[in-house]
């Protein structure tokens, strides 16, 4: 079978030229769409854990997410999970965003303390509400450990859908924690 071919005195020849002149102008104008983000917190896991950061271990989903996408390497993390997620939440200091450290660790005498009370402040921003300002959808799945009031929870935070353990060492079957730290 011969490939099909235009000559210049073929009458149809014009017709698809001003078709893929209208394709490139419609195409060059078109309005840039948003790009997809992904922001992963993974508590316990060190910086160089995963391949493209350097880990001697194949990380082939991680690494096919940073390939397509931009790799930041200037994060600061917390000694623990809760002012991590706090900090990468809102981009600030995490006594800045209310978290200091996990909720349970700081004594009654800490929280009287602006920036101590150990849940995200109410007057901190999170990057789901700018998104979510910015027309996009934003999710949210795992540990939260950032207030488990209604005006804390991720739904008051930006999130639209959430599936998330309020709470640190909370249960995914039975409205009970697994750590005797909890009444």
Same mark, same amino acid.
């Given at each position: 079978?011969?490939?099909?071919?235009?000559?210049?005195?073929?009458?149809?020849?014009?017709? !698809?030229?001003?078709?893929?002149?209208?394709?490139?102008?419609?195409?060059? !104008?078109?309005? +840039?769409?948003? =790009?997809?983000?992904?922001v992963v917190l993974a508590d316990d896991l060190g910086f160089t854990d995963v391949a493209p950061y350097g880990s001697e271990?194949?990380?082939?989903?991680?690494?096919?997410?940073?390939?397509?996408?931009?790799?930041?390497?200037?994060?600061?993390?917390?000694?623990?999970?809760? =002012?991590?997620?706090?900090?990468? /939440?809102?981009?600030?200091?995490?006594?800045?965003?209310?978290? =200091?450290?996990?909720? *349970?660790?700081?004594? +009654? *005498?800490?929280? *009287?303390?602006?920036?101590?009370?150990?849940?995200?402040? /109410?007057?901190?921003?999170?990057?789901?509400?700018?998104?979510?300002?910015?027309?996009?959808?934003?999710?949210?799945?795992?540990?939260?450990?950032?207030?488990?009031?209604?005006?804390?929870?991720?739904?008051?935070?930006?999130? *639209?859908?959430?599936?998330?353990?309020?709470?640190?060492?909370?249960?995914?079957?039975?409205?009970?924690?697994?750590?005797?730290?909890?009444?």
């Amino acid at each position: 079978m011969r490939p099909l071919r235009l000559r210049a005195s073929t009458r149809l020849g014009p017709i !698809f030229g001003w078709a893929f002149a209208l394709l490139a102008t419609s195409l060059a !104008f078109a309005e +840039p769409q948003p =790009p997809n983000i992904v922001v992963v917190l993974a508590d316990d896991l060190g910086f160089t854990d995963v391949a493209p950061y350097g880990s001697e271990i194949a990380t082939p989903t991680i690494s096919a997410l940073a390939d397509e996408g931009i790799r930041f390497s200037n994060y600061h993390t917390a000694a623990s999970c809760a =002012p991590s997620r706090a900090m990468l /939440l809102t981009g600030v200091d995490s006594h800045r965003a209310g978290v =200091p450290n996990i909720p *349970e660790m700081l004594p +009654p *005498e800490h929280r *009287e303390v602006a920036g101590n009370e150990g849940t995200l402040g /109410l007057d901190v921003v999170t990057i789901a509400t700018l998104l979510q300002d910015a027309g996009y959808h934003t999710y949210v799945a795992g540990k939260w450990h950032l207030g488990s009031t209604p005006d804390l929870l991720p739904s008051a935070r930006g999130f *639209e859908r959430t599936f998330v353990l309020a709470d640190s060492g909370a249960d995914n079957w039975e409205q009970k924690p697994y750590l005797p730290i909890y009444d």
